[in-house]
C-alpha cells in the first residue's frame, strides 16, 4: 500500500509556501565528465564492451561448450601420453616395447575410472570451484589445503606449458621449417588463448569449441580406419629405426629389478593422460543450472572420450610399431597418421588435417588452465592465502589478474625448458598427482566422517584411487628425478609463501578490526585545527584552502616551512597583496631543511594538549607527463606517511590537475543546476495540480513534490543505518532519467533489496532530508531482465 510521504520527525514540514517544487537529479552528472583515458579506449577496442555484473548468469555454460572448455586439456593428452610411455620402454626393452604398451595403457585407464569415479563423488559434496583445494581444506586442514592449493596451481602453469609446447610441436611436424622457432610460437599461443580468455568466458567457449570437437572427429577417423585396416591385413609395420628415433634397447627380461624400475618409470610416464581430470571439479560454478549434475556428466563424457582415444592410439601403436624420435618431432601420432592413410594425395592431406587439429587441440588445451587458475587463485585470495587483487573480476566478468598472472609464469616456463614437453611431464606429474592424492585422500575421509548410504563404494574407489596416485607421485620422483627434482623445492616454498601472505593478512585484519565500535564511537576532541602547508601561493594553494574552509574548524591557518627565506618573504608580501588575511599564514622555521621531520614537530606540537583533532591538508598538483614528473619533487608524500602516523593526525592531500586547468576542455567547477535538492524561495511548489495515476510506470526524471506515481529502476545505492541508529534503509532508484530515494522507516534491510536489484516502488513524493524521496512506498522486485 502506498504511503503518503511526510518531512522527518527531526525536521519541520515544508511548507508550499516556501519551497519550490524539488527536481529529481539526473542520472547524468551535472558535471562533464573527463574523456576515456587512451588505455581504457584500447582496452574495450580490443576486449569489447565492459560487461555489468548481472550480466554473469548469462556467462554460464552448457555441456557442450563446457566440455571445449574445461576438458581439451584431458582429451589431449591422448595425443602424447602413448609416446610419453614409448620414449621410456624403447630405450630398454626395443622391439618389444610395443607388447607392453597396451597392458600399462590398460593399467592407466584403471587409474582413470578410479578418478572419474572420485571427482563425481567430489562435485556432488563440493558443487563449488575448488575440488582438491576445498576437500583438502575441509578434511585435513588449512596446511594440507595450501599444498593442495600450491599443486593444482602449478599443475595449472604446466597444463599451459605443456599444451603449448605439445602444439607447436605438432606444428613443427606439419611444418619441418617451425622447428627452430618452437618457442616463439609457443609463446605466440599463451598470449592468443590469453587474449580470448580476457574477452570472457562464454566467448573464449566459442573460439574452443570447433577445435575441440574437430579434434575428436580426426581421431575417431583415424582410430576407426586404423582398426579396420588391421582387422583386413592392411595395416603396415614400421619396426625400422631411422636418425634422430630414440635409441633401441635389446633387454628381453620383464622380472629383473632394472626392468621393474623401468615399467614404473613408464606408467609413471603414462600419467600424462589422465592429466585435466580435476578441472571440471574446479570449475562447477560456471556451468549452467543444475551446476553440479551438468559438471558430473561431462565429466563422465570426457573420461569416455579419454579412454577411448587413449586405447585407440596405443592399440594401433602397438600393431604399427611405431619409435619416438628423441627431438619429439614428428610425433608418435603425426607417424601414426601417416602409415593408416598412406602416402597417396588423400592420404597425405588426411594425415596434415590431422596434425593440425592435433595442433589446435594441444595449444587450446591450455585454456583448461585459463579456466580453472583464475578461479582457483580467486578461492584462495579469498581465504587470505594470495593477494586480493586475484578475486577481482574485470572488464569482461573474468579475474583479469590471474589470467595475466597465469599467462606470465607460463611463458617463463616455455623459455626456461626451451619448450621441450619430454622435460615438463615429470614435473607436470607431480603436480598433478599429488593434488589427485590429497583430493582423493580428503573424500576418503569424508566417507568416513558422514557414513552417508553407499559410503563404503567411496571409501574402496577414493582410498584406492589416492594410493595410487600417491604411488605415481613417488615413482615419478624417484625415476624421472633429473627432470623432477626442480619441483621439489618450489611446492614448499609455494606453501610457505601462500602461508606467509595468509599470517600477513590475519594481522591486518585483527590490527584494523580489533575494538570497532569503540574507536568510532570515541568522544570528540575539543578542538579542531586544520593546516594548508603551503611551499607557495598558486592556484593549487588556494584550492586547498578554499577546501579547507569547508570544514569550518575551531582554527585554520596556511602554514610554510621556511627553508629559503627570501622566498619566504615574497610568499608573505604575495598573501598580504591577495588579500588573504583572512587566513593566517604562520612562518614555521626550518633551518636544517629536514621538511618532512619540521612538519611532523609543528603537528605534535598542536596535538600535545591531547584536545586537540588536527587535519592537514596537502596542495598535489598532478602532472600527466613523465617530464613534468621528472621536474617536480615528491615531497608531499613522505610528509603524509610521516604525519599520518600521529594520533589523532589526519593527512589529505587536495589534488590540482594542472594539465585540466591549462586544457581548452577544462571542467567546470560549478554546475549550472542544483537537482535533486529543495530550493528555499518564495513561490509556490508549482501551478499545476498532483499527479495521481499509478496505472502507469512515470519516469523518474518527470516526477515532482506531491505527485502519487509508480516508478520502476535499478537500486543504484542502498544507506544501511548503523544498529544503535534509528532503523531505516535508505535506497536510491535510477531508471535512466533521474534518481529517487525509497526511504523505508522502521527497517534496516529489505529482504532481496540490495544494489543491482529491479524494483518497482508506488508511493507520493515529498522530501527527506532536502532531498526528492517517497517515504514508506510499497515495493515489488523485478527480474533484472524485466524493464
Known amino acids: 500500500?502506498?504511503?503518503?510521504?511526510?518531512?522527518?520527525?527531526?525536521?519541520?514540514?515544508?511548507?508550499?509556501?516556501?519551497?519550490?517544487?524539488?527536481?529529481?537529479?539526473?542520472?547524468?552528472?551535472?558535471?562533464?565528465?573527463?574523456?576515456?583515458?587512451?588505455?581504457?579506449?584500447?582496452?574495450?577496442?580490443?576486449?569489447?564492451?565492459?560487461?555489468?555484473?548481472?550480466?554473469?548468469?548469462?556467462e554460464r555454460l552448457g555441456k557442450p561448450t563446457a566440455l571445449a572448455v574445461f576438458a581439451s586439456d584431458n582429451l589431449s593428452s591422448s595425443a602424447y601420453a602413448t609416446e610419453e610411455i614409448l620414449h621410456v620402454l624403447v630405450p630398454y626393452f626395443g622391439l618389444a616395447a610395443f607388447a607392453l604398451v597396451l597392458p600399462l595403457t590398460g593399467a592407466m585407464l584403471i587409474v582413470l575410472a578410479l578418478l572419474i569415479i572420485s571427482y563425481r563423488e567430489t562435485i556432488k559434496e563440493y558443487p563449488s570451484a575448488g575440488g582438491a583445494y576445498l576437500v583438502t581444506r575441509d578434511n585435513f586442514g588449512i596446511v594440507p589445503a595450501q599444498v593442495a592449493g600450491a599443486a593444482l596451481l602449478i599443475g595449472y602453469i604446466l597444463t599451459v606449458a605443456v599444451s603449448v609446447a605439445a602444439g607447436s610441436a605438432a606444428l613443427a611436424s606439419t611444418i619441418g621449417a617451425l622447428d627452430?622457432?618452437?618457442?616463439?610460437?609457443?609463446?605466440?599461443?599463451?598470449?592468443?588463448?590469453?587474449?580470448?580468455?580476457?574477452?570472457?568466458?562464454?566467448?573464449?567457449g566459442k573460439i574452443f569449441a570447433a577445435p575441440t570437437?574437430?579434434?575428436?572427429?580426426?581421431?575417431?577417423?583415424?582410430?576407426?580406419?586404423?582398426?579396420?585396416?588391421?582387422?583386413?591385413?592392411?595395416?603396415?609395420?614400421?619396426?625400422?629405426?631411422?636418425?634422430?628415433?630414440?635409441?633401441e634397447g635389446e633387454h628381453s627380461g620383464l622380472m629383473t629389478a632394472a626392468a621393474a624400475f623401468v615399467l614404473a618409470k613408464a606408467f609413471a610416464s603414462g600419467g600424462a593422460a589422465v592429466t585435466g581430470v580435476e578441472a571440471i571439479s574446479n570449475g562447477v560454478p560456471a556451468f549452467r543450472k543444475p551446476e553440479w549434475r551438468n559438471a558430473r556428466q561431462t565429466l563422465v563424457i570426457m573420461g569416455s572420450g579419454l579412454g577411448v582415444m587413449f586405447l585407440g592410439l596405443s592399440f594401433l601403436a602397438s600393431k604399427i610399431e611405431v619409435i619416438p624420435f628423441e627431438g619429439g618431432t614428428p610425433t608418435v601420432l603425426a607417424q601414426i597418421g601417416e602409415v593408416v592413410y598412406g602416402h597417396s594425395a588423400a592420404g597425405e592431406a588426411m594425415s596434415n588435417i590431422l596434425n593440425v587439429a592435433t595442433m589446435f587441440i594441444l595449444v587450446l588445451a591450455a585454456n583448461t588452465g585459463f579456466a580453472d587458475f583464475p578461479r582457483l587463485a580467486n578461492l584462495q585470495a579469498g581465504d587470505s592465502f594470495l593477494p586480493r587483487q586475484l578475486t577481482k573480476r574485470g572488464h569482461?566478468?573474468?579475474?583479469?589478474?590471474?589470467?595475466?598472472?597465469?599467462?606470465?609464469a607460463a611463458a617463463v616456463l616455455v623459455i626456461v625448458s626451451n619448450a621441450a614437453v619430454t622435460r615438463l611431464i615429470p614435473i607436470y606429474a607431480i603436480s598433478v598427482f599429488t593434488g589427485f592424492t590429497l583430493s582423493q585422500a580428503g573424500m576418503t575421509k569424508h566417507h568416513l566422517r558422514k557414513r552417508e548410504p553407499g559410503f563404503v563404494r567411496g571409501i574402496l574407489a577414493n582410498g584406492v584411487g589416492a594410493v595410487l596416485s600417491g604411488a605415481i607421485v613417488i615413482i615419478v620422483t624417484v625415476t624421472r628425478f633429473n627432470d623432477a627434482w626442480v619441483v621439489l623445492p618450489i611446492m614448499p616454498l609455494v606453501v610457505v609463501i601462500l602461508l606467509r601472505l595468509n599470517r600477513q593478512y590475519e594481522r591486518e585484519r585483527v590490527a584494523l578490526e580489533t575494538d570497532v565500535p569503540t574507536a568510532a564511537k570515541a568522544p570528540i576532541l575539543r578542538r579542531h585545527v586544520v593546516l594548508v602547508f603551503v611551499d607557495r601561493l598558486d592556484l593549487a594553494a588556494a584550492r586547498a584552502i578554499q577546501y579547507a574552509r569547508t570544514f569550518t574548524p575551531d582554527e585554520l591557518r596556511a602554514v610554510?616551512?621556511?627553508?629559503?627565506?627570501?622566498?619566504?618573504?615574497?610568499?608573505?608580501?604575495?598573501?598580504?597583496?591577495?588579500?588573504?588575511?583572512?587566513?593566517?599564514?604562520?612562518?614555521?622555521?626550518?633551518?636544517?631543511?629536514?621538511?618532512?621531520?619540521?612538519?611532523?614537530?609543528?603537528?605534535?606540537?598542536?596535538?600535545s594538549d591531547g584536545e586537540t583533532e588536527v587535519s592537514v591538508l596537502l596542495p598535489d598538483r598532478k602532472y600527466n607527463g613523465l617530464w613534468h614528473r621528472i621536474l617536480h619533487d615528491r615531497t608531499a608524500e613522505s610528509i603524509q606517511e610521516a604525519v599520518s602516523k600521529l594520533p589523532h593526525a589526519n593527512?589529505?592531500?587536495?589534488?590540482?590537475?594542472?594539465?585540466?586547468?591549462?586544457?581548452?576542455?577544462?571542467?567546470?567547477?560549478?554546475?549550472?543546476?542544483?537537482?535533486?535538492r529543495v530550493k528555499k524561495g518564495p513561490k509556490l511548489a508549482d501551478d499545476r495540480p498532483p499527479r495521481d495515476d499509478t496505472s502507469v510506470v512515470t519516469p523518474i526524471g518527470g516526477v515532482r513534490w506531491r505527485d502519487t506515481v509508480r516508478v520502476k529502476g535499478q537500486i543504484r545505492s542502498v544507506r544501511i543505518a548503523p544498529q544503535r541508529d534509528t532503523p531505516t534503509f535508505e535506497a536510491v532508484v535510477d531508471d535512466g532519467t533521474g534518481t529517487l530515494l525509497a526511504v523505508f522507516l522502521g527497517r534496516r534491510e529489505l529482504a532481496g533489496v540490495n544494489v543491482g536489484t529491479r524494483v518497482e516502488i508506488t508511493g507520493t513524493a515529498g522530501v527527506h532530508q532536502n532531498r526528492l524521496a517517497i517515504l514508506n512506498p510499497s515495493y515489488a522486485i523485478l527480474a533484472n531482465t524485466e524493464h
Open 560 to 607: 610554510h616551512f621556511v627553508v629559503d627565506e627570501d622566498a619566504a618573504a615574497r610568499l608573505a608580501a604575495e598573501w598580504r597583496r591577495l588579500g588573504l588575511a583572512r587566513v593566517r599564514l604562520e612562518m614555521v622555521a626550518c633551518p636544517d631543511r629536514r621538511l618532512t621531520q619540521a612538519a611532523v614537530e609543528h603537528v605534535a606540537h598542536e596535538l
Open 651 to 676: 593527512v589529505t592531500t587536495v589534488p590540482f590537475h594542472l594539465d585540466a586547468w591549462m586544457s581548452e576542455e577544462t571542467i567546470e567547477l560549478v554546475p549550472h543546476n542544483h537537482r535533486g
Open 213 to 247: 570437437y574437430f579434434f575428436m572427429v580426426n581421431m575417431a577417423i583415424l582410430i576407426g580406419w586404423g582398426i579396420v585396416s588391421y582387422a583386413s591385413g592392411d595395416l603396415p609395420t614400421l619396426g625400422v629405426f631411422e636418425e634422430g628415433m630414440v635409441e
Open 180 to 204: 627452430p622457432w618452437r618457442v616463439p610460437l609457443s609463446l605466440f599461443f599463451i598470449a592468443l588463448i590469453a587474449y580470448g580468455n580476457l574477452r570472457g568466458v562464454r566467448e573464449s
Open 1 to 58: 500500500m502506498s504511503t503518503q510521504a511526510e518531512a522527518p520527525q527531526d525536521a519541520p514540514a515544508p511548507s508550499p509556501t516556501s519551497y519550490e517544487a524539488p527536481e529529481p537529479r539526473s542520472s547524468k552528472p551535472s558535471l562533464p565528465l573527463p574523456p576515456d583515458t587512451f588505455g581504457y579506449r584500447m582496452k574495450r577496442r580490443l576486449l569489447g564492451r565492459p560487461m555489468h555484473s548481472e550480466q554473469l548468469e548469462h
Open 396 to 408: 569482461r566478468l573474468v579475474f583479469s589478474n590471474g589470467i595475466i598472472a597465469l599467462a606470465a
